[in-house]
């Protein structure tokens, strides 16, 4: 069964604190792993996409990084504006191409 | 490019009611999909609609529908609002095909049945 788990459910960072987030799948045939952003009240705004083991993306603070198991979000000297729920999704190319997303962690950083 | 507009942005029902929420997609994307999100169960695929026609299903109830038009605009309809229908319902839009496919979501239409 395709499945996305993200750890932890929420983290709470000190302004400055480096962390990561993760993001473990199961699924048949990946075809990519994306990471939004969803602030409380509104839609997920699109960050990444991963299509294959190895790769590397960045944008500000963020940089995401996939191995055939799993995903990490690593977050660099966070600010308090990072501060949001992290979603991770999967799309499955044997069901599809259907979108599969795990329940996300919830980023506090406090100034 | 004006991005992904979802009409009401909120809505108060009763039991047993019926529902309409409307979804704009960006110009120039096809497909269209729908979730609904709650806290506890995060992000759940309803469906997908790509040029008019129901491309993937998720494992929701049949009073779950959905439609999409020649001009791209997407509804999604619930009948027979149940207390566990309260939830937020977000629609996305999806640029590109396959392996290059995303989705860019809308602000969401936060339903409360009372």
């Known amino acids: 069964e395709d499945q996305v788990t993200q750890s932890p459910e929420a983290l709470r960072l000190q302004e400055g604190e480096s962390s990561s987030l993760n993001c473990s799948y199961t699924?048949?045939?990946?075809?990519?792993l994306f990471w939004y952003r969803q602030d409380p009240g509104k839609g997920p705004e699109f960050l990444f996409t991963?299509?294959?083991a190895g790769e590397e993306k960045e944008k500000e603070r963020l940089k995401a990084t996939l191995t055939k198991k799993e995903s990490f979000l690593h977050i660099t000297a966070p600010k308090p504006e990072d501060s949001a729920t992290y979603l991770c999704?999967?799309?499955?190319?044997?069901?599809?191409?259907?979108?599969?997303f795990g329940t996300g962690t919830s980023l506090t950083v406090i100034p | 490019k004006a991005g992904v507009t979802q009409t009401p942005r909120y809505l108060i029902k009763t039991r047993g009611q019926q529902v309409t929420l409307s979804c704009s997609p960006i110009?120039?994307?096809?497909?269209v999909s729908w979730y609904q999100q709650t806290p506890g169960q995060g992000l759940q695929f309803l469906f997908e609609?790509?040029?008019?026609?129901?491309?993937n299903k998720g494992n929701f109830p049949g009073r779950f529908s959905g439609r999409q038009f020649s001009n791209s605009r997407s509804e999604m309809n619930v009948s027979t609002l149940e207390l566990g229908d309260s939830a937020l319902y977000l629609c996305?839009?999806?640029?590109?095909?396959?392996?290059?496919?995303?989705?860019?979501f809308g602000p969401g239409t936060r339903l409360l049945v009372l």
């Open positions: 999704a999967v799309q499955a190319e044997l069901t599809g191409n259907q979108f599969y």
């Open positions: 699924v048949s045939g990946l075809r990519g």
């Open positions: 991963l299509y294959s």
């Open positions: 110009s120039g994307h096809r497909s």
């Open positions: 609609y790509f040029s008019e026609t129901q491309r």
């Open positions: 996305a839009s999806h640029s590109g095909q396959g392996s290059e496919e995303t989705q860019y």
